[in-house]
């Protein structure tokens, strides 16, 4: 079993093949020393056995708790995709989701069965979707009017029936361990229950003959804990399976829940437990369609960044330390690392919340208030604003901040012309580099000198 | 002159060459319907001679203010570069502010004067000093006690006399038409004048005999309106000036003091007037060194958005529209474009509010209460939040987005895998593509395989 000797590591946050031994942090049974001196900082650390066991997971915990009605894992590829990555996905015999033609050709790319692909969007354009019918993908997740009338236009034109998902808003929001039921939901996506929506779209599917419908899909939120959002969501589509029963004297053969399943990003903090999630929806699903008499459908859902989140860790060298008296007489001792906002957009833009983790050394000091910056040219270029640290961080030190999978590498921007960082896959003491770094070339490459042309 | 026959048109929001011919928007004299065919959407449509034109004036706004006191303008390359726009400000005769090796080695393939250019940052790795010193930039600002060893030792080891600023906090944080007056500021940037740290930083470039003193430099915020922030920091600095004259027994020839100069986003707001802040800031300048008896030094500044934000309109299609009934029985019409927060990350990060205006055709419909929000699978993907727009507006029509210049480009991302836009400059009915929109292939260049390494 892993040696933790540092008191500062908490395995709870880190990935799961994360280990302290004698001096330094290790992932994957590589040294954090060593990958830095290898790879470079800032750098993506990918648990490749993490990623693997967490999809597995979710895929093992639906179909133990739903049985022989059990859909797909579908993973979202938003939260972070990769070539190498979607030949994983694909190995491990789940599914994925994709919202644009770029995620779907990376898809492609890594020879992703087709048969396996759900595709999202509030915006498709028709290339778009021509694409997505023309490579023979398992459905469309279909969000407004104009778009069924596209998707059956251009599925004719191809001479093709689609099978499609209606992307509904069944009036729930969550986030973390709250969320909200309202009668509407102010959202862009999607066809609103509440208003009749939904059931107008229903309609306008089943007279287009180039479509199939296969199902309702809802996603209720981000980052949430505990199933009751999960569970309100699933009761108000259960009710319009019923209605369409009863209505078309058929049933709809699924039902796509979405993902939105939190995970942990600090110390003390737990991600959800796949098996509690799926056996506690399992059973309110059941109870749901057994109260309409109805069969229970083929459930899929979409976890992206309870995939992908905690199994990565981002390396950063420290560059700048420096203490900044407050007023009232405080310090706090900034500690500046070699990327920030253009790698990790997520304090910026959400207020989320990191640890980080001295990965090169045990320090024996007392810590003391810390905030640790990027280096870019702005105030709010903060990776973690309030930290108790070692107060002998110091210039060429590694800092580790994990649970880095999810809207880091996929959000990232060249701001200031920084390059963006690498991703490297570690497993077993060997390491890949499976998205390569960024050089000054590559930051040079859009730039053109073209003739004018009247316009 | 201008004809503005759709009452929707607020030319004090667009750039200066922009105007609602008969049917539609034209910018720098193209057709907004031409450029969205010639070259796609979402686009960023930058209009040359306003940027030209506003480099010019703050440089003529200090040059007239401060007479022979007057230093440079340093463009801030972090609001937007491209090679093309550093041969522009070469050509105009300002200098430029970069923060990375990126930013200096876009300004170094326009053939950018190296005695024109200023280095930023609070992280600098040691790789990008050496080669700031080695191409022979015009001065470093050096931003922690680390950077002065640092840049004194590569220095050193080049054989040359760097020139230098020490960036400084002189207690003032300013936003809009507010600022804050306080001893400390809680800012990872520069050296705090009220602790003493400024004091300390002057007495160690003093001692390193490869670094040269050039001035003082500070930078108080962002989007500003009004001089009274700007007015406290120079006097602070002013005070530390001649504090150096007593103690030294000379001056510093230069102060720099920053950018932040706000411009207007929405109809009814208008941008800083370069002549308004030049002339005001230099009575004050002028007035704080008669009081200690100093000559007034050089004066520098850094706008980066006063010049690139207002210059460019974002142009995007529209691809869906839908009614979403909203609690209390009101409406909201959200606007899907072909875009979103991938190339406009400023409302989702600092709540920044923007207008838009059908821009393909005149509606004579009413206006009703409405949302343009972007293609990415994110309920906070929000363009603008709220805003009066014709209720015919549908897919295929184009909507234009002004004032986006400033942090759009310069902060996209590929979130989604969507390809970052392209950026043109319009002049006079041509246009000319600077930066080319990326490519699929482009989304993919960086994905790899590799043997594995063992760390």
């Known amino acids: 079993m892993a040696n933790h000797p540092d008191p500062h590591f908490a395995p709870e946050v880190f990935s799961a093949h994360s280990e302290f031994g004698a001096n330094e942090l290790t992932i994957g049974g590589c040294s954090a020393i060593g990958l830095a001196k290898e790879f470079g900082t800032p750098l993506f650390v990918l648990d490749e056995l993490d990623f693997r066991e967490r999809a597995l997971a979710w895929k093992s915990a639906l179909e133990s708790s739903f049985g022989s009605h059990a859909g797909s894992v579908f993973y979202a590829a938003k939260s972070f995709i990769s070539v190498e990555v979607a030949k994983w996905i694909a190995e ?69 029936t689609q099978n499609v998902f209606l992307r509904l808003t069944a009036g729930i929001e969550a986030h973390t361990h709250e969320f909200i039921s309202t009668a509407h939901e102010d959202v862009k996506f999607g066809f609103s229950i509440a208003s009749g929506s939904a059931w107008k779209a229903i309609e306008a599917v089943e007279e287009a003959t180039s479509l199939r419908l296969l199902g309702l899909h809802s996603h209720i939120g981000s980052q949430i804990f505990g199933i009751e959002g999960f569970a309100i969501a699933a009761s108000r589509l259960i009710d319009l399976l019923a209605k369409y029963r009863d209505h078309f004297d058929r049933q709809l053969p ?59 860790t981002t390396l950063y060298e420290v560059g700048t330390t420096k203490s900044v008296e407050l007023d009232g007489g405080l310090t706090r001792r900034y500690i500046a690392v ?17 640890y980080a983790l001295l990965a090169n050394r045990i320090s024996s000091r007392p810590t003391t208030s810390s905030r640790v910056v990027g280096k870019h040219c702005e105030t709010g270029d903060i990776v973690i604003r309030e930290i108790e640290l070692p107060e002998d961080i110091g210039p060429g030190d590694l800092l580790a901040v994990p649970a880095t999978g999810a809207y880091h590498r996929s959000m990232a921007s060249n701001y200031n012309a920084l390059p963006r960082p690498a991703v490297i896959a570690v497993k077993n003491g060997k390491a890949r580099l499976i998205l390569r770094r960024e050089t000054q070339d590559d930051l040079l490459r859009l730039d053109v000198v073209e003739p004018e042309r009247s316009i």
């Open 92 to 160: 491990i015999g789940v599914g994925i989701d994709v919202c644009s033609a770029g995620e779907l050709n990376i898809a492609l790319a890594a020879n992703f069965p087709v048969d396996r692909i759900e595709v999202h969007g509030n915006n498709k354009s028709e290339a778009e979707i021509a694409q997505a019918i023309a490579v023979g993908v398992r459905s469309i997740v279909v969000d407004s009017f104009q778009e069924i009338e596209r998707v059956a236009r251009l599925a004719a034109a191809a001479g093709v």
């Open 254 to 312: 699924e039902l796509d829940l979405g993902g939105g399943y939190g995970i942990a990003y600090l110390p003390g903090e737990e991600s959800e437990v796949p098996m509690r999630v799926m056996s506690e929806l399992a059973a309110v699903v059941k109870a749901e369609c057994e109260k309409h008499n109805l069969q229970v459908p083929h459930i899929s859902i979409e976890p992206g960044r309870a995939i992908v989140g905690p199994t990565t």
């Open 338 to 354: 070699d990327g920030g906002m253009s790698d990790n957009i997520r304090p910026a833009l959400y207020g989320a919340q990191y």
